[in-house]
């Protein structure tokens, strides 16, 4: 067979990880492509080799996806990964049920034989598994090439026709040696040698950005993060300075004075950016709304009446101009951006408005297809100096989606729930309570809205994670479990009514500054992915008061996380800091990895 040229085809059956397989593979100078399931046999036959993504689905639904039994007769290697091993078995006569014990999270794989997949690994790995489904019996030809405690075939195999499947993701950064095992297959079984690099994305991304605009300008809302800031220096070295008008938006929701500290750096790195303060009027917008969705839709609108005024302001005529953002794949992947992905929550920059001017081609996004990490590097490539690009990421809805809000003061009955938690809990020697708050997860590529768990008891960082993975992955009403640190004995939670008031945000940007201070001088900020403060209402121990939850996390591209684990002396002394200096109840510790919690809590 003759390849149109060196690359392998990843084909997205809805999984949030579908563009980060694709990134993976050009991680391995191996171009990438995504192609839809129902890609005709020809397109297919353009690749060295052939991935099957994951899904939100089970291959047993009704209208679940399904691909073209010819693919599997091309003699092209094929791997499938979580629903794409799934598939491979249904596909040729083997059996997929539902499992009894559900997998998010850690696991620990057993190799079985000597599968060219797992060339020059251990036999014992760590992986990540998101599955509530598994392969009960093999398709013929097939062989088990590696198990877990709870999964007897988590990969497998038939060596003769160069096909694979595994149930865990080596795509995410939380399999350590999934990268090793995409390398086995990218190029020891497709054999393909690999040239692909970032300096070449920002080459031919210049070069598509001025066709694209033609004499066009673009607006540009710049937050100051690393994002928005990459997206403006690769706009302006395609299109120059004159051709880019870029503004900074003062929500209100911003950190404690970053508005003033942003515009500093971008002064500093001759940036021509404007300061518009529009706090007030986002307060407006948002007052009494308590939905996390209704929340990041109203900003996101906001965001757009704000440019479609600034344009007839500045008189800007709309024709002439592109709207600019600094998109990058995680935002468009869980506003359900792709063809079939399932919709996790909406990023103010994708919601229905900006999804109108998309398709009416008035949206430029020059780094959209790129993952934080790989934001970093094409920054440094750039030229950007290493105090911006290094910098912890902040969500452009900021401090409005870390202040959980309610319209209640009662919280719903869940005596039967708190009876499976205590039982759970205490099985590993903790007590634990229902918070009467609810949060966005998301477990088996689709989104969840679920009840948050606080444990208490000792501060031990294996057997917290073994709690929190427990408790998520067998009682399905549980999305999220916290650690209590301050106070450790809770007799009694409530819930209050809040909204986002002024004083709740202030109260959030004055912790958030304490602790990040903290966490400098410690030198604890600089071995986190990103530290977010939240602020939920929830009253302890009949305290009329807020609680505080940190939720710093170890991550590489923001489609996993791992809870990070600090050192215990810093974190209970800052607990103890906290309830001394603010008025807030209780500080909790979110020890949720991502699955099935996202990073954010809505």
């Given at each position: 067979m003759v390849f149109e040229r060196e690359a392998i085809a990843v084909v997205d059956f809805g999984g949030q990880y579908a563009h980060l397989i694709a990134r993976r593979i050009r991680q391995l100078h191996v171009f990438s492509e995504i192609l839809e399931p129902d890609s005709t046999i020809e397109e297919f036959k353009r690749f060295k080799?052939?991935?099957?993504?994951?899904?939100?689905?089970?291959?047993?639904?009704?209208?679940?996806?399904?691909?073209?039994?010819?693919?599997?007769?091309?003699?092209?290697?094929?791997?499938?990964?979580?629903?794409?091993?799934?598939?491979?078995?249904?596909?040729?006569?083997?059996?997929?049920?539902?499992?009894?014990?559900?997998?998010?999270?850690?696991?620990?794989?057993?190799?079985?034989?000597?599968?060219?997949?797992?060339?020059?690994?251990?036999?014992?790995?760590?992986?990540?598994?998101?599955?509530?489904?598994?392969?009960?019996?093999?398709?013929?030809?097939?062989?088990?090439?590696?198990?877990?405690?709870?999964?007897?075939?988590?990969?497998?195999?038939?060596?003769?026709?160069?096909?694979?499947?595994?149930?865990?993701?080596?795509?995410?950064?939380h399999t350590p040696k999934g990268m090793r095992i995409l390398k086995n297959f990218a190029l020891k079984i497709c054999e393909c040698k690999g040239n692909w690099t970032i300096k070449n994305f920002a080459r031919q991304k210049i070069l598509e950005i001025k066709n694209f605009a033609k004499q066009k300008k673009v607006f540009l809302l710049a937050s100051g993060g690393v994002d928005s800031t990459v997206a403006l220096v690769l706009l302006k070295k395609a299109l120059g300075s004159k051709k880019i008008f870029a503004l900074h938006i003062d929500t209100g929701f911003m950190r404690k004075n970053e508005s003033r500290e942003v515009m500093s750096v971008f002064s500093e790195q001759g940036l021509n950016v404007r300061l518009l303060d529009a706090s007030q009027r986002y307060l407006d917008s948002l007052e009494s709304v308590f939905e996390p969705e209704e929340k990041r839709k109203i900003i996101g609108e906001l965001f757009v009446k704000i440019v479609n005024?600034?344009?007839?302001?500045?008189?800007?005529?709309?024709?002439?101009?592109?709207?600019?953002?600094?998109?990058?794949?995680?935002?468009?992947?869980?506003?359900?951006?792709?063809?079939?992905?399932?919709?996790?929550?909406?990023?103010?920059?994708?919601?229905?408005?900006?999804?109108?001017m998309i398709a009416e081609e008035r949206v430029i996004e020059p780094i959209k297809e790129l993952y934080k990490d790989e934001v970093r590097e094409l920054g440094k490539e750039l030229g950007l100096p290493v105090k911006m690009i290094a910098r912890q990421p902040f969500p452009g809805p900021g401090l409005a989606i870390r202040i959980l809000c309610s319209e209640k003061e009662k919280a719903e009955e869940t005596i039967e729930l708190q009876k499976r938690l205590e039982k759970t809990a205490s099985a590993q020697g903790y007590k634990a309570l229902v918070l009467p708050v609810k949060s966005v997860g998301v477990q088996g590529d689709a989104r969840s809205y679920k009840h948050v768990a606080v444990i208490l008891g000792k501060l031990d960082w294996d057997l917290l994670e073994k709690v929190s993975t427990g408790i998520t992955n067998s009682i399905s009403e549980i999305g999220r479990v916290v650690f209590a640190l301050q106070p450790e004995k809770i007799n009694f939670v409530s819930l209050k009514k809040g909204f986002l008031a002024k004083e709740r945000i202030l109260l959030l940007q004055e912790i958030d500054d304490f602790v990040m201070n903290k966490a400098i001088k410690n030198r604890v900020y600089d071995k986190i992915w990103q530290f977010p403060i939240v602020l939920i209402p929830v009253s302890v121990n009949e305290k009329n008061s807020d609680s505080v939850v940190l939720r710093p996390v170890f991550s590489r591209e923001a489609m996993t996380a791992e809870f990070a684990r600090i050192e215990k002396k810093f974190l209970e002394k800052t607990a103890k800091e906290i309830m001394q200096k603010f008025p807030v109840s209780a500080v909790f510790y979110d020890i949720t990895h991502k699955p099935p919690g996202t990073i954010e809590w809505e």
């Open positions: 080799g052939i991935i099957f993504s994951g899904g939100p689905a089970s291959v047993y639904e009704k209208n679940a996806l399904g691909i073209n039994k010819e693919v599997f007769s091309l003699g092209i290697p094929i791997l499938g990964i979580c629903y794409g091993h799934q598939l491979i078995a249904k596909e040729l006569n083997g059996k997929v049920e539902r499992a009894n014990v559900r997998e998010y999270g850690i696991a620990v794989l057993q190799r079985k034989g000597n599968s060219l997949l797992f060339s020059s690994l251990p036999e014992s790995i760590k992986v990540w598994m998101s599955h509530g489904d598994f392969v009960s019996v093999l398709p013929q030809g097939f062989e088990v090439i590696g198990f877990t405690s709870d999964c007897g075939i988590a990969a497998m195999a038939n060596p003769e026709k160069n096909i694979f499947g595994l149930q865990f993701h080596p795509e995410v950064a005024e600034n344009l007839k302001k500045l008189d800007l005529d709309s024709e002439n101009w592109l709207l600019g953002q600094g998109t990058i794949y995680p935002d468009t992947i869980e506003s359900s951006g792709t063809k079939l992905a399932s919709h996790i929550k909406t990023h103010h920059n994708r919601v229905e408005a900006i999804k109108q």
